[in-house]
């Protein structure tokens, strides 16, 4: 009977825990952008003010060629990634890695041209959730997944790991939440299978709300993993 019950206590203490990340989590992802496009009076684009510094994109090459040769996901190694390549909207950029800012929210790139890989979750092609952030605009104009929001069902998302391999995904979903209703647990949660998800701001911009009042989250299907070339 104690040992059930000390069970039963530590699964609320794990629920309580959960629960916690998640806002701090939440929180953190609602501020994937710090910036947007308004209109002054003249009807012209103008950009509001952020911190994201102004920068040029980054394009990186592919690793090389691959062997086409896809390992089961139990003999997947822990590799970080270092590049994301999303073809069908041009994004080929570094990945940095996010931690979490001293008030508990979730780090974001300060370069607006790269993506971020959240760093306390898993990394991607191992089992777990897998999650990259990415700005969607600066002060300067469109960032890194400034064209999240069209990708569409099937398209390609590839993410180049350190020890030279690609983690291989295909877009399943794509979904558009308000901050106050963005799914945590769905998008940081664990899962026993490898999952990647992809996060920017979107929805309406509103300056006197506190900026952007959605995030638009994109849920990937893992394919394999491809090993590339010596």
């Known amino acids: 009977m104690s040992r059930h019950l000390d069970t039963t206590g530590h699964a609320r203490l794990r629920s309580r825990r959960w629960r916690l990340l998640a806002v701090v989590l939440a929180v953190g992802a609602v501020a994937c952008v710090a910036a947007g496009w308004a209109r002054d009076d003249t009807g012209s684009a103008t950009a509001e003010t952020t911190t994201a510094p102004q920068s040029t994109p980054v394009s990186l090459a592919p690793p090389g060629p691959s062997s086409a040769k896809n390992l089961p996901t139990s003999r997947v190694p822990g590799a970080r990634p270092t590049a994301l390549k999303i073809p069908a909207i041009g994004v080929s950029t570094s990945v940095v890695p996010l931690g ?131």
């Open 100 to 230: 979490l800012n001293a008030d508990g929210t979730v780090e974001v790139p300060a370069d607006p041209d790269k993506a971020g890989w959240y760093r306390r979750a898993s990394q991607p092609g191992q089992a777990g959730s897998a999650v990259i952030l990415g700005h969607v605009d600066s002060d300067v104009g469109p960032a890194v997944f400034y064209h999240l929001k069209t990708l569409t069902v099937g398209d390609k998302v590839d993410v180049v790991r350190v020890d030279g391999s690609v983690a291989e995904f295909k877009v399943a979903k794509l979904v558009t939440y308000a901050n106050q209703d963005f799914p945590a647990q769905k998008v940081y949660g664990y899962r026993s299978h490898p999952t990647l998800t992809l996060v920017t701001c979107g929805g309406d911009y509103d300056r006197s709300a506190g900026g952007y009042q959605a995030n638009v989250v994109v849920f990937t299907k893992f394919v394999g993993i491809t090993r590339t070339a010596a």
